[in-house]
């Protein structure tokens, strides 16, 4: 017999006779989560231009990044960037890279810029640069963290090193590897993955150029026992000084990318097609979200979600009537997570009535996706409304629905 649980949300002034407990897995915004199946619900998560992007500070940061290397827990680490968000709307495996990782921070501004218009509260940038920067502090912490190189041009990972450990801080550089300029293949060799792994470092630092560098963390992800891993650019230039970084105010303007053609003119024809895709999708997404969001908040309208949920030994269906929105988040969580710990193939959403679904909804789907895929279990999308399939369209979620919709 399957089981229906019926969970309607309420406006604010509202009473219903329902669970006033506080729930256990709510967290703060500052809150580390602790291990288990659920962390990634518990994220507080915006799905911008179709990346899962965290709304989170720097100190967050740094407290999680303490806690993965205290418990050896694997944590991987993506800083979204432009470049990242043009590579990950044509290359399905870069964007796989980004929706399975453990924290994705907003890199550049004009993945701020973006967030600011539609209205989400990524307020600030959290660059990989500047992360690896406060690690390095000496007043970060009692235990240094010991890092592991990997990657960049002939020489630069251990001049990096060298300057890492020529001076007191938060990081020491326990061994640096030049792989050279091979393929993601040739650099996944047992014996270059027996050596990182053996270092026992806390942190792996790659600098492979971004898609190889993602496509290289997604395909060891596994074999990897360095538990902190992510991709950080140019931060090995600027370590080892081969390359110099932008000043504060040039960076706070959003001027970046011109200081890093003066230091690296070749830079020049990414930069000027990442600008182009950028024009593209404010024209095209940006725009029409920031419209949307608008009018919505404009509009007087119903604003209740009633999650229906059906069950039965091998899957669960989810309905959800009504606007998928913010407001609504905690219970759409609980729901998802009674549905994960159940342990079904498959999880089913119906989105027949769902009239309206905001980003940061569509972030908590992209978090169960995640869920779902750790399970080696089967997420579907059926009987999906026309103003929620806009609205996946818009927020660059369709691939949700082209590959993983059922009929």
């Known amino acids: 017999m399957s089981l229906v649980e019926t969970i309607p949300v309420l406006r604010r002034g509202q009473m219903a006779a329902v669970d006033t407990q506080p729930c256990e897995h709510a967290q703060d915004f500052g809150a580390v989560p602790s291990a288990g199946p659920a962390d990634d619900l518990a994220r507080n998560v915006y799905c911008v231009l179709g990346m899962p992007i965290d709304a989170i500070d720097m100190a967050t940061v740094l407290r999680r990044i303490e806690a993965a290397a205290i418990s050896r827990a694997p944590f ?12 990950s709307r044509s290359d399905p495996q870069f964007r796989e890279s980004l929706l399975d990782s453990d924290l994705c921070s907003a890199d550049g501004m004009p993945i701020v810029w973006i967030a600011r218009l539609i209205g989400l509260p990524i307020k600030e940038r959290v660059s990989g640069s500047d992360i690896f920067e406060a690690l390095k502090a000496p007043d970060r912490c009692a235990r240094r963290l010991r890092v592991f190189l990997f990657g960049g041009a002939p020489g630069v990972a251990a001049a990096a090193a060298s300057t890492l450990n020529g001076m007191p801080g938060g990081l020491s550089c326990v061994e640096s590897v030049d792989p050279g300029f091979g393929t993601v293949e040739e650099m996944s060799r047992n014996d270059i993955l027996a050596t990182i792994n053996a270092s026992e470092a806390d942190f792996l630092a790659v600098s492979l150029g971004a898609k190889k560098g993602q496509l290289w963390l997604l395909r060891n992800h596994e074999r990897l026992r360095i538990p902190v891993r992510a991709h950080l650019g140019a ?37 000027w097609n990442d600008g182009c895709v950028l024009l593209r999708l404010l024209l095209t997404r940006v725009l029409p979200l920031a419209t949307a969001t608008l009018w919505h908040r404009l509009v007087p309208r119903v604003q209740d979600l009633l999650i229906e949920t059906t069950q039965n030994s091998e899957s669960a269906m989810i309905r959800l009537c009504g606007v998928a929105t913010e407001p609504h988040i905690q219970k759409a969580i609980s729901c998802f997570r009674d549905a994960l710990i159940a342990s079904r193939q498959c999880i089913i959403i119906d989105l027949s009535d769902t009239r309206v679904m905001d980003p940061r909804f569509l972030g908590l789907l992209l978090m169960l996706r995640k869920q779902v895929k750790k399970q080696q279990a089967h997420l579907k999308f059926v009987r999906v409304s026309r103003q929620a399939e806009r609205m996946f369209r818009l927020n660059g979620a369709g691939f949700l629905l082209a590959s993983e919709r059922s009929v």
């Open 235 to 271: 931060v090995m230039n600027f370590q080892a000084g081969s390359v110099k970084r932008a000043p504060p105010s040039v960076r706070a303007c959003g001027l970046e990318w011109l200081w890093r053609i003066k230091e690296e003119p070749y830079l020049w024809r990414r930069y």
């Open 76 to 87: 991987l680490i993506s800083t979204l960037n432009l470049n990242f968000l043009v590579n």
